[in-house]
């Protein structure tokens, strides 16, 4: 059991070559360079690409692609394609192999440059070395366990 199931948190999209997977555990861990951390179980299939791949990608979509992270949470890469599965778009990175998805309002490309290894979980370090986003509103999904999702409030409180 997470403890932390109620706090909503940010999902990104993690590509990999060409697999796409759902995580929420993930930190910046360093900002300038950007450094960004994910958590990915040994389980996953994203794990086996990770360990073979020099990067990845950081993708965030709009609360309308909610479908598409159910999806792609549910489902592993070893036996889906899941751009096809979702009908999200495959899109050529510029620096990285990993490729992005157009859909995406902010696109991270990461170049790995570390690994920490847990029991259960490897926390992959990944350097931003390229990065695009769209202007407009958007609302970020945010999970509160694998299947309970909400977005982020319009309000903002100014201090
Ligand atoms: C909203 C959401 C967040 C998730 N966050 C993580 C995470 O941070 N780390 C992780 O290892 N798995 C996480 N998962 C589970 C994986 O996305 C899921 O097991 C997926 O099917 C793995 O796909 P793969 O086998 O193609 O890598 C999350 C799932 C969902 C739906």
């Known amino acids: 059991m997470n403890i932390l199931e109620k706090i909503p948190k940010p999902v990104a999209l993690i590509t990999v070559m060409e697999n796409i997977m759902p995580c929420y555990n993930f930190i910046v861990l360093e900002e300038d360079p950007l450094l960004i951390g994910i958590s990915v179980h040994t389980e996953r299939f994203t794990h086996y690409l990770l360990n073979r791949s020099f990067d990845f990608g950081l993708n965030f979509v709009d609360i309308s692609h909610v479908g598409a992270i159910n999806y792609t949470g549910r489902t592993t890469g070893e036996h889906t394609d899941k751009f096809y599965g979702t009908k999200l778009t495959k899109k050529p990175a510029k620096l990285i192999r990993s490729y992005l998805i157009e859909e995406s309002i902010l696109s991270l ?49 100014e201090f």
Do not use: M, W
Not at 109 to 131: A, M, P, R, Y
């Open 109 to 157: 490309e990461c170049v790995k440059k570390d690994k920490i290894s847990f029991s259960e979980h490897t926390l992959f370090i990944g350097q931003v070395v390229n990065f695009e986003s769209k202007d407009g509103e958007f609302k970020i999904p945010l999970a509160y366990d694998y299947r309970r999702y909400t977005y982020q409030s319009d309000e903002v409180i």
